[in-house]
């Protein structure tokens, strides 16, 4: 009896330090989940007040009897002070900005990514990835007047006298700089994730290391190949220092990148700066175009992700 004691005793205590382990596992389990999803709904409500503080403001500018929706989406001329509402003028500017930075750095962003994923050896890759990545550190207002002191003069000598000092061209080229090493570096974790046994499989069946890599591995990473292209369209359309300083200070309708334009960040850099009464109608006016400017990035977005999911369609 004495000795079935003794065996029983052990396992008991063995199984309670299981049942407490499991306990503490547990408990820490759910600090975890509650913290991820604290984390989610204040994410969730500061987007939502961004957009509700966006819209209030917005509104009075709206509810302004000098303005009207056919004003503000039918007219091309932006001078709220003498009543010119085009909200066209700014948008334009923006769109041929950021149409230009993403020609430059998409193909250029998948090109290295390729490389760094498939060509690349480790101690390149270790060595190249973090260089690439150092540009997405450089401040922006340095881009800006790298955009305008050196690659405008660049430009002119190309363009003579078509190039205007200020321009949406060099703004936009700079911009495709400063998104590169975004793109780049998602796109290349994204390829870099693809399972090995892909790229065994075409090797097997004959495919080149080129083959491969443009019709079994882009294929297979196009969902975060997808993401990186939406974070550079968001940060192409939302960048303000480029195009404040190099592209040009005047709202213009056209669509001529040699031409100087002022984007919509770069009008509410600009007019924020000065000194502005509340609820006037300069200061209700750069809500209006911020709210303009969320549902221009909105649309990009969602145009992007029905792009991307129509590709990923084709090679499912």
């Given at each position: 009896m004495?000795?079935?004691?003794?065996?029983?005793?052990?396992?008991?205590?063995?199984?309670?330090?299981?049942?407490?382990?499991?306990?503490?596992?547990?408990?820490?389990?759910?600090?975890?989940?509650?913290?991820?999803?604290?984390?989610?709904?204040?994410?969730?409500?500061?987007?939502?007040?961004?957009?509700?503080?966006?819209?209030?403001?917005?509104?009075?500018?709206?509810?302004?009897?000098?303005?009207?929706?056919?004003?503000?989406?039918?007219?091309?001329?932006?001078?709220?002070?003498?009543?010119?509402?085009g909200?066209w003028?700014?948008?334009?500017?923006?769109?041929?900005?950021?149409?230009?930075?993403?020609?430059?750095?998409?193909?250029?962003?998948?090109?290295?990514?390729?490389?760094?994923?498939?060509?690349?050896?480790?101690?390149?890759?270790?060595?190249?990835?973090?260089?690439?990545?150092?540009?997405?550190?450089?401040?922006?207002?340095?881009?800006?007047?790298?955009?305008?002191?050196?690659?405008?003069?660049?430009?002119?000598?190309?363009?003579?006298?078509?190039?205007?000092?200020?321009?949406?061209?060099?703004?936009?080229?700079?911009?495709?700089?400063?998104?590169?090493?975004?793109?780049?570096?998602?796109?290349?974790?994204?390829?870099?994730?693809?399972?090995?046994?892909?790229?065994?499989?075409?090797?097997?069946?004959?495919?080149?290391?080129?083959?491969?890599?443009?019709?079994?591995?882009?294929?297979?990473?196009?969902?975060?190949?997808?993401?990186?292209?939406?974070?550079?369209?968001?940060?192409?359309?939302?960048e303000?220092?480029?195009?404040?300083v190099?592209?040009?200070?005047?709202?213009?309708?056209?669509?001529?990148?040699?031409?100087?334009?002022?984007?919509?960040?770069?009008?509410?850099?600009?007019?924020?700066?000065?000194?502005?009464?509340?609820?006037?109608?300069?200061?209700?006016?750069?809500?209006?175009?911020a709210?303009?400017?969320?549902?221009?990035t909105?649309?990009?977005?969602?145009?992007?992700?029905?792009?991307?999911?129509?590709?990923?369609?084709?090679?499912?």
């Amino acid at each position: 009896m004495k000795e079935e004691t003794l065996n029983i005793k052990p396992m008991e205590a063995k199984n309670f330090r299981q049942f407490d382990l499991k306990k503490k596992f547990r408990f820490s389990e759910f600090i975890i989940q509650g913290s991820l999803f604290i984390t989610g709904i204040l994410s969730i409500f500061v987007t939502v007040m961004i957009v509700y503080e966006l819209g209030k403001e917005a509104l009075l500018f709206f509810t302004n009897p000098d303005v009207t929706l056919v004003k503000f989406l039918g007219t091309t001329k932006w001078q709220p002070g003498i009543g010119q509402y085009g909200i066209w003028a700014l948008v334009s500017a923006t769109l041929v900005t950021s149409a230009i930075a993403m020609l430059i750095s998409l193909p250029l962003g998948l090109a290295s990514a390729i490389y760094l994923s498939e060509y690349a050896s480790e101690r390149a890759r270790s060595i190249l990835k973090p260089v690439l990545e150092i540009l997405a550190g450089i401040p922006t207002v340095v881009y800006g007047y790298f955009a305008l002191l050196f690659v405008t003069p660049i430009l002119k000598s190309i363009f003579g006298d078509e190039l205007q000092v200020y321009n949406m061209l060099s703004a936009g080229l700079v911009m495709g700089i400063m998104i590169l090493p975004v793109i780049s570096s998602m796109s290349e974790d994204a390829l870099h994730a693809v399972p090995r046994p892909l790229r065994e499989g075409a090797f097997a069946m004959g495919a080149t290391k080129l083959e491969t890599s443009l019709q079994v591995v882009l294929p297979a990473a196009l969902s975060g190949i997808g993401a990186a292209v939406i974070i550079g369209i968001s940060r192409a359309v939302g960048e303000t220092m480029i195009v404040a300083v190099a592209s040009g200070a005047g709202p213009n309708f056209s669509f001529n990148p040699l031409e100087a334009a002022e984007t919509m960040t770069g009008h509410i850099a600009r007019i924020s700066g000065g000194d502005l009464s509340y609820n006037s109608i300069d200061y209700t006016s750069l809500f209006a175009i911020a709210l303009m400017l969320f549902l221009v990035t909105l649309v990009l977005n969602l145009i992007s992700q029905w792009v991307v999911n129509k590709f990923r369609e084709q090679y499912e």
